[in-house]
């Protein structure tokens, strides 16, 4: 079990839990007593997780409710119009809602991630696509997910305590909305034995990635369940919890002991075994750390857990050196090592928040060289249509005047090609009449693949 009383101080190590330099003292302060509805809520009370949890907000009049006099009509009719077309529910935690700066939430990077805004949509790009990285086409049993050689993808869950505009599985995740009908499902172990019989039938497999949904609304009894049937399975090397928890609902890692216990208990079975047991989390700046991420990753460290983060890059979010930069340097400090910056997929309903890939690129290139290298993500893109996450300068080549670059993927689908496409609206004016002019941008689009091809051939 976990000490709530747990304090970060300047004080010398010995008069508290931890201490950390300037840079790494995270907000600390009662930042939701900003929110009209919790200005009485004290911190015991905020930083419970089942306090988080029956304080979710997931309905507009319920944003309304919780703003109270500091409520705007006008940014609640605009997300009631980005509600109609969005494709993922409402659902915020308490610590996320009241990370957003309420004074200016146009601007705000949690507000543009999880309460999309009528007014920010862009049109559709006409070759987004549901299911970008054709996960359904790699499905091997109806909650496993089989494309790279070694490496397979357990969906158990597809409920999440916080729902993210950008969701790469908007297509099953968290419930119909009115453009988006879904077959989301909750956990259910009967339904789990033909993914562990398809593992242990399967030696290949060595490392397995536990997502959803998010792991976070896995109970005790799932966590073990789920981490001891997979590590006893002898291929298995590698196991990752993947959720969000860490970023949006802090306090589960301090509050939850019989959940904290789970994982501590399959974390040192692992231990035992000499296999890996991680955490993946999801960081996408630096506004989301806070003094509460601490506490939770001094609870991670506590039970021996290696935590990783995987951002997605997002514009008006983290489309900058300096955000990103500060968001990894912070993690860090935390003991959260950056893996994965992704390029945004090409999924419906999100092209205001995708970016170029020249841009992914020029990132890339600042971030190189900024931090301790094994500290620094790979900027990667998942290649739609099944390729897998490339490196995002190993395109065969990219026209950048269409948007319009190409992939390969020799250890995952040898001799084929994957096309990745950059939001119109962010090319220039002639880019951008070609994409009006069908037969021009079939035949420019015929031409990239036909030369991506020929260059993939030199890497089968
Ligand atoms: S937490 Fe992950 S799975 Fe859930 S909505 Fe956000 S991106 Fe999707």
């Known amino acids: 079990m976990f000490d709530p009383s747990f304090k970060i101080s300047n004080e010398p190590q010995s008069h508290c839990s931890i201490s950390l330099?300037?840079?790494?003292?995270?907000?600390?302060?009662?930042?939701?007593?900003?929110?009209?509805?919790?200005?009485?809520?004290d911190s015991e009370a905020f930083g419970e997780f089942r306090w988080q949890q029956r304080n979710s907000i997931t309905s507009l009049p319920r944003i309304s409710q919780v703003l109270g006099e500091i409520a705007n009509p006008s940014l609640l009719?605009?997300?009631?119009a980005g509600l109609l077309r969005a494709r993922m529910n409402i659902r915020l935690t308490p610590y996320v809602f009241s990370r957003i700066n309420w004074e200016f939430p146009e601007y705000d990077p949690l507000r543009r991630q999880f309460l999309p805004l009528g007014s920010e949509y862009k049109p559709e790009h006409p070759l987004a696509n549901d299911d970008s990285l054709d996960e359904e086409g790699s499905k091997v049993r109806p909650h496993l997910v089989h494309r790279y050689p070694d490496k397979a993808l357990?969906?158990?869950?597809?409920?999440?305590?916080?729902?993210?505009?950008?969701?790469t599985r908007s297509r099953v995740v968290g419930g119909s909305t009115a453009v988006k009908s879904k077959s989301t499902y909750g956990a259910k172990p009967s339904d789990w034995e033909e993914s562990f019989d398809y593992i242990r039938n399967h030696p290949q497999i060595e490392d397995v990635v536990i997502s959803g949904g998010d792991a976070l609304l896995l109970r005790a009894k799932h966590i073990r369940l789920i981490g001891k049937t997979l590590l006893d399975i002898p291929s298995i090397r590698r196991i990752r919890f993947a959720t969000k928890g860490v970023a949006i609902m802090p306090m589960k890692f301090t509050s939850d002991g019989e959940w904290m216990d789970a994982l501590a208990e399959v974390a040192t079975y692992g231990k035992r075994?000499?296999?890996?047991?991680?955490?993946?989390?999801?960081?996408?700046?630096?506004?989301?750390i806070s003094a509460w991420t601490t506490r939770a990753m001094s609870a991670l460290c506590?039970?021996?857990l290696i935590v990783r983060n995987q951002s997605v890059l997002i514009a008006g979010v983290n489309d900058n050196f300096s955000v990103l930069h500060q968001t990894f340097k912070g993690l860090s400090s935390?003991?959260?090592?950056?893996?994965?910056?992704?390029q945004h997929d090409m999924i419906p309903g999100c092209e205001h928040l995708r970016t170029t890939v020249h841009l992914a690129k020029s990132l890339s290139m600042k971030l190189q060289g900024s931090m301790t290298g094994f500290n620094t993500p790979r900027v990667v893109c998942d290649a739609p249509g099944g390729g897998g996450k490339r490196e995002i300068s190993s395109h065969l080549l990219y026209d950048r005047e269409i948007g319009v670059s190409a992939w390969s993927s020799p250890a995952a689908k040898p001799g084929k090609t994957f096309l990745y496409y950059d939001p119109i609206h962010l090319l220039e004016k002639e880019g951008k009449?070609?994409?009006?002019?069908?037969?021009?941008?079939?035949?420019?689009?015929?031409?990239?693949?036909?030369?991506?091809?020929?260059?993939?051939?030199?890497?089968v």
């Not at 597809?158 to 969701?167: E, K, N």
């Not at 037969?439 to 693949?449: G, L, M, P």
């Not at 030369?451 to 890497?459: E, I, N, Q, T, V």
């Open 433 to 459: 009449t070609i994409w009006n002019n069908p037969t021009e941008i079939k035949s420019r689009v015929a031409s990239i693949k036909s030369k991506a091809l020929d260059r993939a051939s030199a890497f």
């Open 302 to 304: 506590e039970i021996g």
């Open 21 to 41: 330099p300037e840079p790494y003292r995270f907000d600390d302060t009662e930042f939701w007593r900003a929110i009209p509805a919790w200005r009485d809520v």
């Open 154 to 167: 357990f969906l158990p869950i597809t409920l999440c305590p916080v729902y993210c505009s950008f969701c």
């Open 334 to 342: 935390q003991r959260i090592q950056p893996y994965y910056l992704y």
């Open 77 to 80: 009719s605009d997300i009631k």
């Open 273 to 288: 075994l000499m296999k890996e047991v991680a955490l993946h989390t999801h960081f996408n700046c630096d506004r989301e």
